[in-house]
């Protein structure tokens, strides 16, 4: 291709862009009172348009054979230090509120970096492992949150008491959805667990009596240690964490104490899906992921397998969910948009589906993203579609596609020296 065909192609491209840009980053919607002001917002559109431009003009100089990035001396050294990392990882993370520069801001953040980073190992067993694209997680992430807010509230139950009923009943959910697409694939599939995950949002939102509809559920248990609640003041019978190590309050102990018991759910999280997948239904779920057909041939019973990854993986986001609320202390219908999904869904293929740790760095880098500035926040759904496509040109396998291998044949024993 020519230098003139390079620069048609990408002078194309950059209408493309502009043409998009113009509608959905070129106008600034803000209310003032009872007034609704519209601004213009077109340098934005204007950088969008010549980034476009240049990118889609450097890619067309460059040999095809250079598209694929695939940096093999990292891939190496992650894969042959793996633990060594993942035991650094879990020291930093734990030693984090203790941090000189650590703040009530930071150890909050964190505690969000850490849901997403349950999520997606969560979503892991069904995108990685088992190869099911599942667009509406975000539907058992609800389940989750709001079972834990109706049996915290009617039934007077704890948080470690109504964790695992939330668990259960988002896992239910998803076997649910697991048997009208039994004989659905590829985009068919996406479509169906899109919608899904729409319905449990409507529902949550119309069924006022039941789930509080568009005002949602407040006043939400929050979790105590061993009965010692964290709050300036305990209700009778009851004694606070302050009191009983005989310390000044401080909003702080309570923002720790989350960030301790999200951390251990998501450790519990890694745990359980990388033993399942040394299991003989992890090594289904990879069959299935690579040949739905020759898993027939084999004998494996494919319903069992999907049924069983979607229950697995809605299981953890029940979890997740039950967290989500007890954080907060309030949850509504908008919390659980199409947007908690694709975020997720970008978390576990931007890291790799099946990697670990490849969630870990996506997670990281997609959550703080946004608490660089408003500005960038803004276009946080723009810079996803962006990373999405660097990724499927450059990596289309993710960040960091490494997965321990699910069986280890051993090099057969060398004879000895003649």
């Given at each position: 291709?020519g230098?003139?065909?390079?620069?048609?192609?990408s002078?194309?491209?950059?209408?493309?862009?502009?043409?998009?840009?113009?509608?959905?980053v070129?106008?600034d919607?803000?209310?003032?009172?009872?007034?609704?002001i519209?601004?213009?917002r077109?340098?934005?559109?204007?950088?969008?348009?010549?980034?476009?431009?240049?990118g889609?003009?450097?890619l067309?100089?460059?040999?095809?054979?250079?598209?694929?990035?695939?940096?093999?001396?990292?891939?190496v050294?992650?894969?042959?230090?793996?633990?060594?990392?993942a035991?650094?990882?879990?020291?930093a993370?734990?030693?984090w509120?203790?941090?000189?520069?650590?703040?009530?801001?930071?150890?909050?953040?964190?505690?969000?970096?850490?849901?997403y980073?349950?999520l997606g190992w969560?979503?892991n067993?069904?995108v990685?492992?088992?190869g099911?694209l599942?667009?509406?997680y975000?539907?058992f992430?609800?389940?989750?949150?709001?079972?834990f807010?109706?049996?915290?509230?009617?039934f007077?139950?704890?948080?470690?008491?109504?964790?695992?009923?939330s668990?259960?009943?988002?896992?239910?959910?998803?076997?649910?959805?697991?048997?009208?697409?039994?004989?659905?694939r590829?985009?068919y599939?996406?479509?169906?667990t899109l919608g899904?995950?729409?319905?449990?949002?409507?529902?949550?939102?119309?069924?006022?009596?039941?789930t509080?509809?568009?005002?949602?559920?407040?006043?939400?248990?929050?979790p105590?240690?061993f009965?010692?609640?964290?709050?300036?003041?305990?209700?009778?019978?009851?004694?606070?964490f302050?009191q009983f190590?005989?310390?000044?309050?401080?909003?702080?102990?309570?923002?720790?104490?989350?960030?301790?018991?999200?951390?251990?759910?998501?450790?519990a999280?890694?745990?359980?899906?990388?033993r399942?997948r040394?299991l003989p239904i992890?090594?289904?779920?990879?069959a299935?992921?690579?040949?739905?057909?020759a898993?027939?041939a084999?004998?494996?019973n494919p319903?069992t397998?999907?049924?069983?990854?979607?229950?697995t993986?809605?299981?953890?986001?029940?979890?997740?969910?039950?967290f989500?609320?007890?954080r907060?202390?309030?949850i509504s219908?908008?919390?659980f948009?199409?947007?908690?999904?694709?975020?997720?869904?970008?978390?576990?293929?931007?890291?790799?589906?099946?990697?670990?740790?490849g969630v870990?760095?996506a997670?990281?880098?997609?959550?703080?993203?946004?608490?660089f500035?408003?500005?960038?926040?803004?276009?946080?759904?723009?810079?996803?579609?962006?990373?999405m496509?660097?990724?499927?040109?450059?990596?289309?396998?993710?960040?960091?596609?490494?997965?321990a291998?699910s069986?280890?044949i051993?090099?057969?024993?060398?004879?000895?020296?003649?």
């Amino acid at each position: 291709m020519g230098a003139g065909a390079r620069a048609k192609d990408s002078a194309l491209a950059a209408f493309i862009a502009c043409v998009l840009a113009i509608p959905l980053v070129g106008f600034d919607i803000n209310t003032a009172g009872s007034l609704t002001i519209v601004e213009t917002r077109f340098g934005w559109v204007a950088i969008a348009v010549a980034g476009v431009f240049v990118g889609r003009l450097g890619l067309g100089f460059l040999p095809r054979r250079q598209l694929s990035f695939e940096p093999l001396g990292i891939a190496v050294f992650l894969n042959r230090n793996i633990r060594p990392l993942a035991w650094c990882g879990l020291a930093a993370a734990v030693i984090w509120p203790f941090l000189p520069f650590s703040s009530n801001y930071l150890v909050d953040l964190a505690t969000n970096v850490l849901i997403y980073i349950m999520l997606g190992w969560g979503l892991n067993v069904v995108v990685g492992l088992a190869g099911l694209l599942d667009l509406g997680y975000a539907a058992f992430y609800a389940v989750g949150a709001y079972s834990f807010a109706l049996f915290a509230q009617d039934f007077d139950l704890s948080f470690w008491q109504a964790l695992p009923i939330s668990g259960l009943l988002a896992a239910c959910a998803g076997v649910l959805l697991g048997f009208p697409v039994l004989r659905l694939r590829g985009d068919y599939l996406a479509i169906v667990t899109l919608g899904f995950g729409e319905i449990v949002r409507i529902i949550l939102r119309n069924w006022s009596s039941l789930t509080g509809g568009p005002n949602g559920i407040n006043n939400i248990p929050r979790p105590s240690l061993f009965g010692l609640v964290f709050a300036a003041g305990a209700p009778p019978g009851k004694t606070t964490f302050a009191q009983f190590f005989g310390i000044s309050f401080d909003p702080g102990h309570r923002l720790i104490f989350l960030y301790f018991v999200i951390l251990a759910l998501a450790l519990a999280t890694n745990f359980i899906t990388l033993r399942l997948r040394r299991l003989p239904i992890g090594r289904a779920w990879e069959a299935l992921r690579e040949d739905e057909i020759a898993c027939r041939a084999i004998g494996i019973n494919p319903t069992t397998v999907k049924l069983s990854a979607f229950g697995t993986g809605a299981l953890l986001a029940g979890f997740a969910g039950a967290f989500f609320a007890t954080r907060l202390g309030f949850i509504s219908p908008e919390s659980f948009t199409f947007q908690e999904s694709a975020t997720v869904v970008a978390i576990v293929v931007l890291g790799g589906r099946g990697s670990q740790l490849g969630v870990v760095l996506a997670a990281v880098v997609l959550v703080t993203l946004p608490e660089f500035g408003r500005e960038i926040g803004q276009f946080r759904m723009l810079f996803f579609g962006a990373a999405m496509v660097a990724i499927m040109i450059w990596r289309p396998r993710g960040l960091l596609a490494l997965r321990a291998p699910s069986i280890q044949i051993a090099e057969p024993a060398r004879e000895a020296a003649e």
